[in-house]
T-cell receptor, first 115, second 115 residues
Framework: GAGVSQSPSNKVTEKGKDVELRCDPI?????LYWYRQSLGQGLEFLIY????????KSGLPSDRFSAERTGGSVSTLTIQRTQQEDSAVYLC?????????????FGPGTRLTVT | AQSVTQLDSHVSVSEGTPVLLRCNYS??????LFWYVQHPNKGLQLLLK??????LVKGINGFEAEFKKSETSFHLTKPSAHMSDAAEYFC?????????????FGQGTILTVHP
C-alpha cells in the first residue's frame, strides 16, 4: 500500500519568503508527526497531531513555524519569513496511534534550502 | 525528560565481521527504545523496537539489540556485516507510561563497511 508522501521533494526559496510543506499520511493513521533533520541539530521533533486532540507544538523553534492538519489527514507545515538556519530536511511520519507501541512510518522528506 | 547518547559518531568494519553500535539512554519512565536506519537519499526505516517485553529484540536484516536496564544501554549488534548495511543508524527513545509518541533521536552513527 501507499506510504507517507511529502511534497515538494525539494524546495529552494529566498530568505524572507514563506513556504508550505505538505504531508499525506498513511490512510487510517491517527497520529502525525513533523521532524527536522539538519547538519547542526540532528533529528529533532517539531510538532505532533493525535486525532482531534490539540497538537503538541513543543518542538517548534519559533513562532514563524506553524502546522495544521485538515480533516484528520493531510498536514501542512508553514514557515513564514524563512531564514537560512531553516535549511534542513523536513520529515513527516504517521502511525496508527500515538505511543511507543506503534511504529512511526516516515516519508522521504522535503529538502528546504533558503538562499 | 528522556534522551539518548550514541557513543560513536562513526563506526568502520570489514565485510563479514561483527557490528556493534552503542547507545545509552536516559528516561524518567520505563522507555520504549528503537533503532532506525537511514540509507543515503532514503527515508528512515525501523530496524527494531523494545517496548518492555523481551529484553533481547530481533529486527530486520539480522540486527538485534539488548535492553540492559542496569546499564541504561540498548546496543545494536549484527554478527556479520554486509556491504548493504552501510548507512546511518539512529537510536531513539520514547518516554513510557503515557500514550505520548514524540521520538527523541540520538545524534546518529554512520556505519561504513569495507570489502
Amino acid at each position: 500500500g501507499a506510504g507517507v508522501s511529502q511534497s515538494p521533494s525539494n524546495k529552494v526559496t529566498e530568505k524572507g519568503k514563506d513556504v508550505e510543506l505538505r504531508c499525506d499520511p498513511i490512510s487510517g493513521h491517527t497520529a502525525l508527526y513533523w521532524y527536522r533533520q539538519s547538519l547542526g541539530q540532528g533529528l529533532e521533533f517539531l510538532i505532533y497531531f493525535q486525532g482531534n486532540s490539540a497538537p503538541d507544538k513543543s518542538g517548534l523553534p519559533s513562532d514563524r513555524f506553524s502546522a495544521e492538519r485538515t480533516g484528520g489527514s493531510v498536514s501542512t507545515l508553514t514557515i513564514q519569513r524563512t531564514q537560512q538556519e531553516d535549511s534542513a530536511v523536513y520529515l513527516c511520519a504517521s502511525s496508527v496511534a500515538s505511543g511507543g507501541a506503534y511504529e512511526q512510518y516516515f516519508g522521504p522528506g522535503t529538502r528546504l534550502t533558503v538562499t | 525528560a528522556q534522551s539518548v547518547t550514541q557513543l560513536d559518531s562513526h563506526v568502520s568494519v570489514s565485510e563479514g565481521t561483527p557490528v556493534l553500535l552503542r547507545c545509552n539512554y536516559s528516561s524518567s519512565y520505563s522507555p520504549s527504545l528503537f533503532w532506525y536506519v537511514q540509507h543515503p537519499n532514503k527515508g528512515l526505516q525501523l530496524l527494531l523496537k523494545y517496548t518492555s517485553a523481551a529484553t533481547l529484540v530481533k529486527g530486520i536484516n539480522g540486527f538485534e539489540a539488548e535492553f540492559k536496564k542496569s546499564e541504561t544501554s540498548f546496543h545494536l549488534t549484527k554478527p556479520s556485516a554486509h556491504m548493504s548495511d552501510a548507512a546511518e543508524y539512529f537510536c531513539v527513545v520514547i518516554a513510557g507510561g503515557t500514550s505520548y509518541g514524540k521520538l527523541t533521536f540520538g545524534q546518529g552513527t554512520i556505519l561504513t563497511v569495507h570489502p
